[in-house]
């Protein structure tokens, strides 16, 4: 396939909301965006054969392991119905964060240095780190260590939030996990953000928190 081949159907797909893009100096990296296929997936696997398909998803990624590494940055996208202060409470007010998955309470001031910490309700701290930047209502970066599992507590990552305006009704909201220095939770969190993205729009769209059948 010629170059402008790949860079049609790269356009073809950035437009379906299927890959999304970052730029790096010079460079233009694409990554897929899974969130809008957990959409369908959502909405049209039953509850019933979800776990047979969740089973075979998990021996095929089992096996192929070893040939296959996690990638240093992970991208997700998706477009909700609402306003950039409305997102941006969702991100970091815990009347928000408690009713999508995986149901924490967020706690921090949000400036600059501060600490941050997702505390689950035994009133212990799943998830800490320390932001990085705080610009509301655009964008949001923190450090994230995991605590619920003794075998992530060394590593650290950087959670990116960017908050953009689609027009004055809908707004894009793309997550960035650079897990460049954590290896271990590089594949721990991937199946995870799909279910927070889309819990998010769910909560901010119908007001209704997102139920997960299996």
């Not at 149901?103 to 799943?126: C, H, K, L």
């Not at 450090?143 to 060394?154: F, G, R």
Request: charge should be neutral; aromatic fraction near 8%.
């Amino acid at each position: 396939m010629t170059r402008f081949g790949v860079m049609k159907h790269l356009r073809i797909l950035e437009a379906a909301g299927l890959v999304t893009t970052r730029k790096a100096g010079r460079e233009k990296r694409h990554y897929l965006n899974p969130v809008p296929i957990r959409l369908i997936h959502d909405r049209w696997v039953s509850k019933y054969t979800a776990p047979m398909a969740a089973a075979l998803v998990e021996l095929k990624s089992a096996l192929e392991a070893d040939a296959v590494s996690a990638d240093n940055v992970q991208v997700y996208q998706i477009v909700i119905r609402t306003t950039p202060e409305r997102l941006w409470q969702a991100l970091t007010d815990s009347s928000f964060s408690r009713r999508y998955p995986f149901y924490m309470n967020v706690e921090s001031t949000f400036a600059p240095g501060a600490p941050i910490r997702f505390v689950d309700d035994t009133g212990r701290a799943a998830v800490d780190g320390t932001i990085l930047e705080s610009d509301p209502p655009r964008r949001l970066v923190y450090t994230w260590v995991i605590h619920y599992d003794a075998k992530y507590t060394h590593e650290t990552s950087r959670v990116t939030w960017q908050i953009e305006p689609r027009g004055d009704t809908l707004c894009q909201l793309t997550l960035t996990h650079d897990v460049t220095n954590a290896p271990l939770t590089a594949p721990h969190v991937t199946g995870g953000w799909p279910f927070i993205l889309s819990g998010i729009k769910t909560l901010l769209e119908t007001g209704e928190p997102l139920v997960i059948t299996h």
